[in-house]
């Protein structure tokens, strides 16, 4: 398998806060990697660096072998990494259908002008719509949808920039059972159909059932990784989990 | 009210047409002038300000400098100022364009506050620059060539065309992708940057495009008063009134800065018709302003299409939405009559 994304020795202090430090993590190209640790462990503060909104103060970053450190987070969307969010962000005054519009991969003048482009890629907005069971919210301002259906058109309207890996932070976050059922059914799809992901996860649960590699961080860097069998009976990670 | 509805474009032209010569005096032509004027400026304004919600108080700067770059054209070069106002409004868009990529780093009130900076700037140029704008007593440049019987008509119907234009322009960004990734950074800046959205490269386009008219609006008053002053082309009120008008029609909406142009500008003569000369109407227009806020954060526009709306439709649907709802459809309709045809 190839490498998709290769994070090597990076580090980011935020004041005296050492968030992310000395971090080296790989992921491999069209798995499901999951990343855990406990709360304040750097999760959320990697995918930011990753994906452009934090600039790392030392190490480098890498998708498909190119360097994305320092890009402008548009950049690297367009090179095909797309994200999510722990609290789901929309454009709330737009409806799901505009929200499903927005987000796309590359974008030269004649396109950005032109309002005849939108006629396929609604009918590729649609066509995700009734993949998620949103379609008959497609009118409604984002802002009117319940958690869960946000956290669905989130997911979907980022597919519309057809990315190669997707990072998700939390996706079964403060969802039922069913749509965790639901979601988890929809990420292995796309796994199937070439998506890697690299998922951030507090339900063990979910992790064990769905990736099929973990990372586990702790102080902002690696301290353990390998098959979901192996980091459940790992003594550093349970020790990490409970505390000494 | 049917026909009123699929008409209404064409019979408000008509009336414009038709309004020089149903009131002859001057005066009518001369209110007639500078509710156009806004109305194009304070569309222009939309652009950033109703669109991206980057609110900019700096926008007399391209204001002055068009007045000032016309001006100077035609005294240095002769150059009638009604066929080069359009073309130097283009080096303001451009100065603007790199004037917006400093001034863009910046965000919520420091934007305000770099946006007046830069007129400040402009205008303490404008003063102190003396071999070339004659400082504080001003630039003079020649009348129109016209019989004064008839001088403030041709800027009328001048400026009338320049006004359709800019809705045109305003129309035709908001209904692209261009206009959706502007709209979409209003709601949520940081997310439309994450999903793909060029933003840097979009505030600095929509502000060139926001300073254009305006700088062309400057160019077009300069050759009506025939005498700036860097007090009068560089002057604050100028970019406040196109907010003001903005806000009173409806913020981001296609035709809320036309309404409000329509409203105010009429309603400030008339203030200062009654009360004289004094700065009375600035005080009425503010505290029109702080009721408008109050009771319609959204303008008169918005607020009353929400009203109807609401009245016919349990829930309000979305202006943009229902643009593109309609796109989808007519796509599927005509997709399925390709299937039809091409069963036959």
Known sequence: MNEMLRIACVSRRFGGIQAVRDCNISVQSGSITGLIGPNGSGKTTLFNLITGVYSPDEGEILFEGKTITNLPPSRICHGGLSRTFQITRLFWEMTALENMIVPIRQVGFRSLLGPDMFRNEIDRAMGLLERVGLTHLKDEPARKLSFGQQKLLEFAAILMADPKMVMLDEPAGGVNPTMIRFIMDLIRDLNKEGVTFLVVEHNMGVVMELCDHVIVLDQGTKLAEGSPEMIQTNPAVLDAYLGT | ?344
């Open chain 2, 1 to 344: 009210m049917e026909f009123l509805r699929r008409w209404w474009k064409l019979i408000a032209l008509l009336i414009l047409l038709a309004f020089p010569w149903v009131y002859r005096e001057p005066y009518y032509h001369s209110l007639g002038f500078f509710v156009l004027l806004y109305a194009m400026m304070a569309t222009s304004w939309n652009i950033m300000g109703g669109y991206t919600g980057y609110k900019s108080l700096g926008h007399s700067a391209f204001y002055g400098l068009g007045a000032y770059l016309v001006a100077i054209a035609a005294n240095k070069l002769g150059w009638n100022p009604l066929i080069s106002a359009p073309f130097l409004a283009i080096i303001v868009a451009l100065v603007a364009v790199l004037l917006g990529w400093i001034m863009l780093r910046t965000s919520g009130s420091a934007f305000v506050i770099a946006t007046i900076a830069m007129l400040l700037i402009f205008r303490i140029t404008a003063l102190n620059l003396r071999e070339i704008t004659k400082g504080a007593p001003g630039l003079s440049q020649p009348l129109p060539p016209w019989s004064p019987e008839f001088s403030r008509m041709p800027f009328y119907y001048y400026i009338l065309f320049w006004l359709i234009v800019a809705l045109f322009v305003s129309w035709y960004i908001r209904r692209s992708r261009f206009g959706l990734g502007l709209v979409a950074m209003r709601d949520d800046e940081g997310k439309a940057e994450m999903v793909g959205v060029n933003t840097t490269l979009y505030k600095i386009l929509a502000f060139g495009v926001s300073a254009y008219f305006v700088a062309l609006g400057g160019g077009v008053w300069s050759y009506f008063t025939s005498h700036i002053s860097p007090i009068y082309a560089f002057d604050i009120l100028v970019g406040v009134d196109m907010i003001l008008m903005t806000m009173l029609g409806g913020l981001g909406t296609l035709w809320g800065p036309v309404l409000g142009a329509f409203i105010l500008v009429p309603a400030r003569d008339l203030i200062l018709f009654k009360f004289g000369s004094t700065s009375i109407y600035l005080a009425i227009t503010g505290g029109l302003m702080m009721l408008v806020i109050i009771f319609m954060p959204k303008g008169f526009l918005t607020t009353i299409t929400d009203w109807v709306e609401n009245r016919h439709a349990p829930r309000a649907a979305h202006q943009g939405a229902r643009s593109m709802a309609d796109i989808y459809d007519s796509s599927s309709e005509k997709k399925q009559g390709e299937d039809e045809s091409s069963h036959e």
